[in-house]
């Protein structure tokens, strides 16, 4: 995979691991996997037609290009359900969608986690025995889907996946999975978006926190109005998401990560507060978002000590800057 990166792609790599202190074990990882240039590499292989086999997870991320001579044929969604649809066999199209976005999401996670760990292949062995379930062909049909998923979000970036999950009927009744249409999720953002340009200003990033999340139309929806705002959600946007269904938590981590926007997505109940899996998008690693939020907390815990009054005192909070400098 290595060998396929262009030097234009390896120096970028090499760049932005250095830039961003990554660990030696990750850059190299990315360097691999070809993980940060993802998008843009696999989509150049589709393009030279090379068949080149990808190991395991990586398999899953080879995704088309927007100049593929399918595209326009078909709608996307179509071709996508299509696809799906012919998966199925004896399956039923639940379980297929929940393979389809877990697989797409556990290649994502693992191609920024350190090769080899625990985790790691606790990760790859779950994609593998999942993949173990389809032929050669039908994996095939997945690696397109995802390319046309990618391709969808990239054209116009809304809840490609939620949609498909809510036209293909798969929400389960008892968890209350009816997700917001996108264009609710628009203006959602558009009412929030104030108080999101007020915190970057502040902040330097607005920090949101989305319980019971779905597939993330609401935190697509809100990418999408910075942008319309003049701010980079690529930088100036972190989200935290759970929500309890893994496919929920699957989807929104894959629309996450090819919007490229710092995120932790976690499974979680959020009544009983039971935790079950918690994992930072590709571009909270790049980003070295732990080390922000660590630092934008103790600033923010300070800010609160210093400003707030002492009960008695006359002192007035500005005075507390003063002691700040
Ligand atoms: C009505 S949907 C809304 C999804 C998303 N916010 C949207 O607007 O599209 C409710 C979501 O809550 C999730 N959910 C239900 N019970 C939950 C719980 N106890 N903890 C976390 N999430 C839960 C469901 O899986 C579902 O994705």
């Not at 993980?35 to 090379?50: C, D, H, I, P, T």
């Not at 929400?171 to 628009?186: C, F, K, S, V, W």
């Not at 990033?205 to 959600?233: R, T």
């Amino acid at each position: 995979m290595c060998e396929a990166l262009d030097a234009a792609s390896k120096a970028e790599v090499e760049e932005i691991s250095s830039r961003i202190e990554l660990s030696d074990e990750i850059a190299l990882t990315f360097i691999r996997d070809g993980a940060l240039v993802l998008l843009r590499e696999q989509a150049r292989r589709k393009l030279l037609g090379s068949d080149e086999e990808l190991p395991g997870s990586a398999a899953v991320l080879t995704v088309g290009s927007k100049s593929s001579p399918e595209r326009g044929r078909m709608s996307g969604y179509r071709e996508i359900v299509k696809l799906l649809a012919a998966n199925t066999g004896a399956k039923r199209m639940s379980e297929v969608f929940d393979n389809f976005v877990e697989m797409a999401a556990l290649a994502l996670r693992n191609a920024v986690d350190v090769r080899g760990s625990e985790a790691w292949e606790a990760r790859e062995g779950q994609y593998l025995q999942i993949a173990g379930r389809y032929s050669r062909t039908e994996l095939d049909r997945f690696v397109h889907a995802l390319a046309l998923v990618t391709t969808e979000m990239e054209r116009e970036p809304c809840d490609v996946l939620g949609r498909l999950y809510m036209e293909l009927e798969l929400g389960n009744e008892r968890l209350g999975q009816y997700y917001t249409p996108y264009d609710i999720a628009q203006l959602m953002a558009e009412m929030q978006i104030d108080s999101v340009v007020e915190q970057v200003q502040r902040d330097g990033f607005a920090n949101v926190y989305e319980p019971s999340c779905g597939a993330g139309a609401f935190m697509v929806a809100l990418s999408q109005a910075m942008l319309e705002h003049g701010l980079n959600p690529q930088t100036q946007l972190h989200v935290t998401a759970e929500d309890i269904a893994p496919q929920a938590m699957h989807m929104i981590y894959v629309q996450l990560t090819l919007l490229h926007i710092p995120a932790v997505v976690r499974r979680r109940d959020v009544l009983t507060l039971e935790a079950f899996k918690s994992w930072p998008a590709p571009a909270h690693v790049l980003g070295g978002w732990g080390r922000k939020l660590r630092l934008a907390r103790a600033v923010n815990g300070s800010r609160r000590l210093i400003i707030t009054m002492p009960q008695g005192t006359t002192e007035k909070p500005t005075d507390a800057l003063e002691v700040q400098r």
